[in-house]
């Protein structure tokens, strides 16, 4: 690994010192970005490297012959599953069909969920009103409603939605009744000593105290929202990635049904690198520990 | 300019202040059944003039931050009468600034808004007007729009200063506010509250540690004992300001406040509790 590295650092050098010989003006700015290059290759190969090797541990295997394709097919195969998937339009019709029930579900329980979990945190009678219920609720995890669901709502759309939903707003609650209730004393203090308003406390302590535990809720959610769909996909649906899963494995096509974990797990990460920077920009005053 | 107006319209809004008898007994649950008592204040009179500066020193635990919130109005229940300008304190109140140990500025908001934060609603201009008057005030015109992350302990208390004087309280409570300052910044900022309040003579109370720093700035320096806090010693700082810390007079003080802790045997070098 360090080896890698190190020849990485060496080559981008030798590429930055040989185009800054051809020109002179070019020079200084290639050399800076050689300083950097390494850096950046590094950690980036840093961050690849184990699934990289995982890949390549799977591929030998299948070459050894210690795996039968049907039971789990070569990355070469999937891969080419992949690109047939991609090149016919049915993955991103699945995928879009299902990210569409995800933001649905999850946007009504994001409107749901956070004046909700904010009213709640306020109040106490609030609290002691809905804590039964939602102590009650959380627990039941959201493919258990799918029988009712499908009861209520058949097999449309609104049942999906719904399942989403129930997945999704618990994290968002819970994190921020949680957010509001660990504002620090002593801001209450000071707000109290300088007599601010009800309204300005909200807006100004309570809330942009609360709103890394509110960001966590949301991703969290999301990630749950995600999880939901393709649960609810799986059992009754004619389209989306969970459809897309079960179908192939009816027709026996490992292959497919890997290419659909594989979308699935690909844009979970996607999802939650837009809530991670969006909660960045939103959150530029702390100073937190990220590993060492 | 700026100082002599400010303290002109300060020198008749200083309030004064009337402490006693007073005393505080919290109340501990310490089982189910069982509850203790701590008497942490007990028969404290004190007379504040308006306009003067009150230095307050005890040992940890005797019921200084204790007395700051009965005044500040964050402790209610009490026994005795703490009234300003005759009037008994039941709550918290704008004629009132506290400044806190720690600088408690919000970390989400810039430097001006924290300073705005303790202002009443008033129209935007007069916001910014008064928000850009007291960064000047403690010298941090150029960080107006830098978040509390990005400045250093002592610029912090600034800011947290210029926070608790917007509203232009009549008397200023400092609770150990320098304590968490190395010795230099320290010094620099006792200067600064000495201008401060030469500029608009609120009526000052400061609780610390250390002795320099109380005789160095009140005109009154009260020694408080604890278990129960009561009021050991009153001591009037007769010396004119500025006032020089090497002066005989200064260090004769010094020494006296420090002989109500220490016997002479074991006086150290450094004098503070
Ligand atoms: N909220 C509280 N509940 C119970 N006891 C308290 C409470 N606040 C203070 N006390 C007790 O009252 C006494 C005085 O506390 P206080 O904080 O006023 O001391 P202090 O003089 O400010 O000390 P220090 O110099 O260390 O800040 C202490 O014995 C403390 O244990
Ligand atoms: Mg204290």
Redesign the pocket.
């Known amino acids: 690994m360090s080896a890698e590295l190190a020849s990485d650092a060496r080559s981008a050098q030798r590429a930055g010192l040989r185009a800054g010989a051809k020109t002179g003006a070019l020079r200084s700015r290639l050399g800076a970005l050689a300083g950097v290059l390494p850096g950046v290759l590094g950690r980036a190969a840093l961050y690849v490297a184990l699934p990289v090797a995982l890949l390549a541990a799977w591929q030998a295997a299948f070459a050894l012959g210690y795996i039968r394709p049907i039971l789990l097919p070569p990355p070469t195969r999937v891969g080419k599953a992949f690109v047939d998937l991609a090149a016919s339009g049915d993955l991103f019709r699945h995928l879009g069909v299902s990210l569409l029930r995800v933001l649905e579900g999850f946007a009504i329980a994001a409107l749901v969920g956070l004046p909700l979990g904010i009213g709640i945190g306020l109040s106490r009678t609030l609290d002691r009103l809905t804590d039964l219920i939602i102590q009650l609720t959380k627990p039941i995890p959201p493919i258990a409603w799918i029988p009712l669901a499908i009861l209520w709502f058949g097999i449309g759309e609104a049942g999906k939605v719904y399942i989403i939903f129930l997945g999704a707003i618990f994290p968002i609650l819970v994190n921020t009744i949680d957010g509001i209730r660990q504002t620090d004393h002593r801001h209450v203090e000071l707000a109290r000593v300088l007599e601010v308003t009800r309204r300005r406390f909200i807006l100004q302590v309570v809330l942009p105290g609360a709103l890394p535990n509110i960001m966590t809720g949301l991703r969290v959610g999301l990630m749950v929202a995600w999880i939901c769909v393709v649960a609810a996909e799986l059992i009754a649906a004619s389209s989306g990635l969970g459809y897309l899963i079960m179908d192939a494995r009816q027709m026996s096509q490992t292959d497919q049904v890997l290419v659909g974990m594989i979308t699935i797990g690909a844009m979970g990460k996607l999802l939650d690198v837009v809530l991670r920077a969006a909660e960045r920009r939103l959150i530029t005053w702390k100073t937190t520990f990220s590993g060492s | 300019m700026v100082a002599t107006a400010a303290r002109k319209a300060g020198a008749d809004r200083a309030a004064s202040l009337r402490i006693g008898p007073l005393s505080k007994t ?1 109340t ?1 649950k310490t089982g189910p059944l069982r509850t203790e008592t ?1 008497q ?1 204040l007990g028969d404290i009179r004190l007379d504040v003039p308006g306009g003067s500066f009150v230095s307050i020193v ?10 700051l919130r009965i005044i500040a109005g964050l402790e209610t229940s009490y026994d005795g009468s703490v009234t300003l300008d005759g009037r008994p304190i039941g709550g918290p109140g704008l004629d009132r600034g506290v400044i806190f140990q720690e600088h408690r500025l919000l970390p989400w908001l810039t430097v001006e808004q924290n300073i705005a934060f303790g202002l009443k609603t008033l129209p935007r201009a007069e916001v910014a007007r008064r928000v850009r008057e007291h960064l000047e005030l403690v010298g941090l015109e150029g960080f107006a729009k830098a978040h509390p992350h990005q400045l250093s302990g002592g610029m912090a208390q600034r800011v947290a200063i210029a926070r608790a004087l917007v509203n232009q309280p009549r008397v200023l409570l400092l609770d ?1 506010p320098f304590g968490a300052l190395d010795a230099l910044t320290r010094i620099q900022m006792q200067q600064e509250i000495l201008r401060i309040w030469e500029a608009q003579r609120t009526t000052m109370i400061l ?1 610390t ?1 250390d002795i320099d720093e109380a005789v160095f700035l009140g005109d009154e320096v009260v020694v408080m004992s604890s ?1 129960p ?1 009561t009021i050991r010693k009153r001591l009037p700082v007769g010396l004119p300001r500025p006032r020089d810390r090497s002066s005989p007079d200064f260090i004769a003080l010094r020494k006296e406040i420090h002989r109500e802790f220490f016997t002479a045997s074991e006086l150290p070098f450094a004098y503070e509790i």
Do not use: D
């Not at chain 2, 005890?58 to 007395?67: I, P, R």
């Open positions: 919290f501990l701590v942490a005890g040992s940890s635990g005797c019921g200084k931050s204790t007395l150990e609780v540690h278990r806090g």
